[in-house]
């Protein structure tokens, strides 16, 4: 199993937020993804703060463009750690 697809079906404990919104909801504000070495229980301490943060913050966004490169560069990083070990 991949970072980018954990077991959890939420990442909110108030709505259904997949891995790749809470990403997207760091990197909003921080400026880069989830360190790796997070628990599922702080992205969702982190989502939840985080919105409530955002919450009317119709500047957030302008970073989309930059978050899709961010992502894809980090599903292309899991994906050829997968092909290098040669399991899933």
Known sequence: ?????????????YMTVDYKEANKMHYRVKGHLIPDEWEDSDIVKMYDGYFKR??????????????????????????????????D
């Open 54 to 87: 955002m919450w009317g913050n119709n500047e957030g966004g302008h970073c989309d463009d930059a978050f899709e490169s961010a992502w894809k560069e980090k599903e292309e990083k899991e994906d050829h750690k997968r092909f290098v070990r040669g399991y």
């Open 1 to 13: 199993m991949t970072k980018n697809s954990r077991t959890l079906n939420t990442y909110s404990e």
